[in-house]
């Protein structure tokens, strides 16, 4: 995971603990001067095996020699130590105590002296912070990390750290930056000729754009990784490759394409490390267990438990017991999977996992209906909803993502409620005829009335849409009146500073509104000053006063309008959303998407359909 250099040790799938420990007290031996430069040898997460006993007693010795022998050390001996304790705590899963031990490491490193050694310590506690799902403070430091990698010239250690800080980016929901680091490090490593990085920039632009783009044109990227991935030497990226794809049909209920890509990762099996076989057996269980091939579920997911036996920490034996808690769920052993869903349950708190444990509750909620606990039933679907709205503020998402989750909250409560009615009703049927007639009669009332509600809040959302589409076209229409100089009713008394202002307000009209140049992507504040023989700062401030923005915004304003009139035109509906984006001046699509949202509350394709249904409604 670090970059630096390792002395000693290799790549490999065995770590002889006994070697590493000789190797440590040895580098401690010559940090016995405060000149001495204290290297930091990388532990070999996520590759490594090790013999867990042996690694359990060499830790206890580390802990113990650290604390009686602190007031012998010199700084750079204990930096070193602490680093050593703070690896073993990381894959412990004692998060917290990494956390204290990389702190104080770094309070003694001299930053301007050693700056590797400053590099691999933050590096280390971001990955800490990422564990503990800390998402912003790991953003910090790698930002910093790169900034410094810059500052260096140190173009291998930019490229490592951006590779990270788009994954932490990705999963604070500041999606677009991390498709333009995605992005970068993809044109690098192809620039480079280095094949199996870009399979995994081209695996990760395929992660990020899933959360910006409406379809599933982010395939794409995928199809590229396994093409690029085929013509390597390399089995493992192959077969990682395979896998990413079939998971990411997984998750767009695309069983059975899915199926045909995790089969086809199997004959790379040997090849995977130990987390991403263990990834890839879940996955297959999963969606076996879609499928209904029970057996083959059961098979690869006890293939799954041997396997995490290997693997320390929480993650990778949450997948698996996730794994078989859904087998027992499948095939009705109810008891047995709540069982596992509460024991994840209680782990994914401690580590802030806001989003597997919405998932959780969830499954826990769907579990207790089967057994007709509804009453814990809607208690824990209340918790999945409140994690969910946790990990939404969380992280950004969206509002029709947002809007989404809740509507399927509440039809699976009314569902459970009704469930839940209708099994006191059974329990008294025998006992008060006359009462189960009754609840049964308010029961029916209660679904029409539900039913109308329903129908008409949908009503609603729908013609809320179509005002938002009629007041959009009437602020196009009022914007091209008032900036064309039809409403310009100046006062005589204005100064001559304001007259000058006007002057260059209506130049400033002409290039915008008659000669939309706009539509240039590469436009910039000073080449649209040159143009009006002004500076950027008055210019700036006439934009401020007379339109109420700033440069950018009007910019984007002004394209996203030119946008919707083309977006309704015959004359383009033959143009992709990537060729409309281009048009209007845009350079990517992903920037116009954002733009048109924040404009108009609408995606372009939403906007397009509220107009024609609009249109439809006219004609009628």
């Not at 007693?57 to 070193?80: A, F, M, P, R, V």
């Not at 204290?100 to 050693?114: D, F, I, P, Q, V």
Request: aromatic share 12%; net charge positive; charged share 25%.
């Amino acid at each position: 995971m670090l970059c630096i250099t390792v002395k000693g040790f290799s790549e490999v799938n065995k770590l002889d603990i006994n070697e590493r420990k000789q190797f440590f007290y040895q580098s401690i031996d010559q940090l016995n001067s405060t000149q001495n430069n204290p290297k930091l040898g990388v532990w070999l997460r996520p590759y490594i095996k090790y013999d867990s006993g042996l690694m359990d007693t060499y830790y206890k010795e580390l802990l113990s020699g650290y604390q009686n022998k602190e007031n012998q050390l010199n700084s750079n001996q204990k930096i070193k130590w602490l680093y050593e304790l703070a690896f073993i705590q990381t894959d412990y899963d004692s998060l917290h105590l990494a956390q204290k031990s990389l702190k104080k490491a770094l309070m003694l490193t001299n930053k301007e002296k050693y700056l590797d050694v400053y590099l691999a310590l933050r590096l280390q506690l971001a990955y800490v912070h990422r564990q503990l799902n800390q998402w912003a403070l790991a953003k910090d430091i790698l930002v910093e990390l790169v900034d410094l990698a810059i500052q260096n010239n140190n173009r291998k250690k930019e490229i490592h750290f951006k590779y990270w800080l788009a994954e932490i980016l990705s999963n604070l929901g500041e999606y677009d930056e991390a498709l333009v680091l995605a992005n970068e490090l993809y044109e690098e490593s192809m620039a480079v000729g280095d094949s199996v990085n870009s399979c995994y920039n081209l695996i990760q632009l395929g992660n990020v754009s899933a959360f910006i783009d409406n379809d599933t044109s982010y395939f794409e990227y995928y199809r590229k990784a396994i093409n690029l991935a085929n013509n390597t030497q390399s089995r493992n990226i192959q077969g990682v490759t395979l896998m990413v794809v079939g998971s990411a049909y997984f998750k767009t209920e695309e069983y059975k394409l899915a199926l045909s890509y995790l089969e086809r990762s199997l004959e790379f099996e040997n090849d995977l490390t130990t987390r991403e076989k263990i990834n890839l057996y879940v996955e297959l269980c999963n969606a076996y267990l879609e499928e209904d091939k029970i057996e083959l579920a059961k098979k690869y997911i006890d293939l799954a438990s041997v396997t995490v036996k290997d693997v320390r920490g929480y993650l990778y034996p949450s997948k698996v017991k996730i794994g078989l808690a859904n087998y027992y769920q499948k095939t009705a052993s109810y008891n047995l999977a709540l069982s596992r869903y509460k024991e994840i349950a209680e782990v994914l708190k401690k580590y802030n996992n806001f989003k597997e444990l919405s998932g959780i509750y969830k499954k826990m909620s769907d579990v207790n209906a089967k057994l007709e606990n509804y009453e814990l039933a809607l208690i824990y679907l209340d918790s999945s909803q409140y994690f969910n709205n946790k990990l939404v503020e969380k992280n950004n998402t969206n509002i029709i993502a947002k809007a989404r989750a809740e509507t399927d909250y509440f039809i699976q409560k009314a569902e459970i409620s009704d469930l839940l009615a209708s099994n006191k009703i059974d329990k008294e049927k025998n006992k008060r005829l006359k009462l189960f007639i009754v609840a049964l009669a308010v029961f029916l009332v209660c679904i029409v009335l539900f039913y109308i509600i329903s129908r008409r809040q949908l009503l609603k959302i729908r013609e809320s849409h179509i005002n938002l589409v009629k007041r959009n076209l009437e602020l196009d229409q009022a914007n091209k009146k008032l900036f064309l100089g039809e409403n310009n009713n100046e006062t005589k008394s204005v100064s001559i500073e304001n007259r000058k202002m006007n002057e260059l307000y209506k130049e400033l009209n002409i290039l915008l509104y008659k000669k939309e140049i706009y539509i240039n992507p590469d436009l910039s504040l000073v080449i649209l000053a040159q143009k009006l023989n002004t500076n950027t700062s008055y210019l700036s401030a006439v934009i401020n006063q007379k339109y109420n923005s700033n440069f950018k915004t009007l910019l984007n304003k002004l394209r996203v309008n030119k946008a919707k009139e083309i977006l309704v035109n015959k004359e383009f509906e033959n143009y992709s959303m990537e060729g409309i984006a281009n048009e209007v001046g845009f350079k990517s699509r992903s920037g116009f998407y954002q733009s048109f949202k924040l404009f108009t509350g609408l995606t372009p394709t939403q906007y397009v359909a509220n107009y024609q249904r609009l249109a439809n409604s006219k004609a009628v």
